[in-house]
């Protein structure tokens, strides 16, 4: 079955960086596009950034754009985030999901990893 | 940006109720619309996309509607598993934008 698995989040200070990780299985990772989501606490959902599957298109948020990074290793079948320069306003549950047929809707998710920025 | 209006914020129902959620968006989008469940510490699940297709698995309580700008979320018979919160998502056009969700909760 399909999973999406991430990890790397956790208590950085204003200003550092962390590397996300989504571990992807149960389907064939190379070909599809992919995007990282985030909740901060007590809001809503919030798309940051997409890859295309050979990762020749990328978007970002202009929230996230200019610091943080989305790249892919389809021979690990894994999607990756850098963020960089680390906000306060960046703590949230990150989530990636996979996009079923180029079509930009997402139908599986992962069940999110935590990142805590202090002031 | 595509600015997603979702309405209510908050919805409280019993079971068997008919639970209809909205969204309105700032622009044409089309049918470009899916529909997500989350509940805490779970992933979002995907209930409908196309504004009206219902995603594999979804059971059919749950249908959805509209076009353009309009669009209907709607629940027949609300279930004790269906409390959770609920998001529209445009995806007409990047960035890609949420609604601001509505919580139901119990009556």
């Known amino acids: 079955q399909v999973q999406l698995v991430e990890s790397g989040g956790g208590l950085v200070k204003s200003g550092g960086s962390l590397r996300l990780s989504c571990v992807a299985s149960g389907f064939s990772f190379s070909g599809y596009y992919m995007s990282w989501f985030r909740q901060a606490p007590g809001k809503g959902l919030e798309w940051i950034s997409y890859?295309?599957?050979?990762?020749?298109?990328?978007y970002y948020a202009d929230s996230v754009r200019g610091r943080f990074t989305i790249f892919r290793d389809n021979a690990k079948s894994s999607l990756f985030l850098q963020m960089n320069s680390l906000r306060a306003e960046d703590t949230a549950v990150y989530y990636c999901?996979?996009?079923?047929?180029?079509?930009?809707?997402?139908?599986?998710w992962g069940q999110g990893t935590l990142v805590t920025v202090s002031s | 940006d595509i600015q997603i209006t979702q309405s209510p914020s908050t919805l409280s129902a019993s079971v068997g109720d008919r639970v209809t959620i909205t969204c309105r968006a700032s622009q044409s989008i089309s049918i470009w619309l899916a529909w997500y469940q989350h509940k805490p510490g779970k992933a979002p699940k995907l209930l409908i996309y196309?504004?009206?297709t219902l995603q594999s698995g979804v059971p059919s309580r749950f249908s959805g509607s509209g076009s353009e700008t309009e669009f209907t979320l709607t629940i027949n018979s609300l279930q004790p598993d269906d409390f959770a919160s609920y998001y529209c998502m445009q995806y007409n056009t990047y960035p890609l934008t949420f609604g601001g969700g509505t919580k139901v909760d119990i009556k």
């Open positions: 999901a996979r996009d079923p047929d180029a079509d930009n809707y997402f139908d599986y």
């Open positions: 890859i295309s599957s050979s990762a020749t298109t990328i």
């Open positions: 196309r504004a009206s």
